[in-house]
Each structure stands twice: as structure tokens, then as C-alpha cells.
């Protein structure tokens, strides 16, 4: 699950959590025959028994709860990064997979050994992965194929150049 749909879970689940508290503590209220606390409800219930489907606050009230949900479904349906990816097996029946934070790692770790890269990181996604290094010492420009040879070297090692395409982009100052 991504950053992106667990922060929409977790403010969804409290503004439902808190309405649910909200209409608790109305209904009992409303049962112990005591004043409404915090919504209005004999006004809210006048206004909308005079409301029908035909007014355009109604409409609009309507297609910006479509909207809301369509916009929340792709969001849920959309695919993540993938956790692990799988490794071209050298055995039947075998089935062999590495982390994409343990991919990263290696890349990075397979660009830093080019000469004169000073530091550099990698983000695998699923079809690219992208890094960067930096240098102090020497000109992007004359690092830019040694570090995608490296990169791309070590993509083939693991199996991955069909599966994987390197972005490399060499700065002159820290990647971190």
C-alpha cells in the first residue's frame, strides 16, 4: 500500500470514526428528549424534506460525491511498485526473488564503485530505476557512461536488463 492511499485510508477511517461518535451522542440526545449539541439536525431535516433531485444544489452536491469517489477508486486501483521482483531462476521448480530495496542498494552501491563517483542512490520502479551520483572530482559529463555501464552491468548480473532500464543522471555535487 502506498504513502498516498494510507494517508487517505487514515483520515477517511477518523472523519467516519468521529461522524459515527457525532450521530451517537445526537441519537441519544435526541432519545433523552434534550436539545441538539452540535448539528441542527430539526433545521437540516426541514431544508432537505423541501429539497428534491431536480435543484441544482442537490446535482451538485451529487456529482461532487461521484467525482470523489471515482477520484478515491483509481487512487486505490492504481498500481504500486512492486515489493520484490523475480529473478530469472537457474533451476526448475525454483523460484527466486530480491527485494526492490535490496536492487537499489546494489545498484547504488555498483555505481559508487565507478571512479571518482563520490555518492549515489537508486529508486526501482517497475519498469525503470533511476540513479544518480554525484561527484567531486571529476565532470559529470566524463562519469555519465561509466556509471551506466556499471548500473546496466549490474542489471545484467542479476538478470534484470530485460526487466529493468536504467535512467542515469551524474551531478557534481552529493546526491544524499
Do not use: C
Not at 437540516?44 to 477520484?71: H, K, M, N, P
Not at 567531486?136 to 538478470?159: D, H, Y
Request: charged share 20%; no cysteine.
Amino acid at each position: 500500500m502506498s504513502i498516498v492511499n494510507r494517508v487517505i485510508a487514515t483520515v477517511l477511517a477518523l472523519a467516519l470514526l468521529l461522524g459515527g461518535l457525532l450521530a451517537v451522542v445526537e441519537i441519544v440526545l435526541a432519545a433523552l428528549g434534550r436539545p441538539y449539541s452540535l448539528v441542527p439536525h430539526p433545521m437540516w431535516s426541514t431544508w432537505l424534506g423541501e429539497q428534491s433531485f431536480t435543484d441544482g444544489v442537490v446535482r451538485a452536491v451529487l456529482i461532487g460525491l461521484i467525482i470523489i469517489g471515482l477520484l478515491l477508486l483509481v487512487v486505490a486501483l492504481r498500481r504500486g511498485k512492486p515489493g520484490s521482483l523475480t529473478l530469472p531462476g537457474r533451476t526448475d521448480g525454483v523460484r527466486v526473488t530480491a527485494s526492490r530495496r535490496g536492487i537499489e542498494r546494489s545498484l547504488s552501491t555498483a555505481a559508487r564503485r565507478a571512479d571518482g563517483v563520490k555518492s549515489a542512490s537508486a529508486k526501482a520502479g517497475r519498469r525503470i530505476v533511476r540513479v544518480k551520483a554525484a561527484t567531486a572530482m571529476r565532470s559529470p559529463q566524463e562519469l555519465q557512461q561509466p556509471v551506466t555501464a556499471a548500473v546496466t552491468e549490474r542489471l545484467g548480473e542479476l538478470g534484470l536488463s530485460d526487466v529493468l532500464r536504467p535512467r542515469v543522471t551524474v551531478s557534481g555535487k552529493s546526491s544524499r
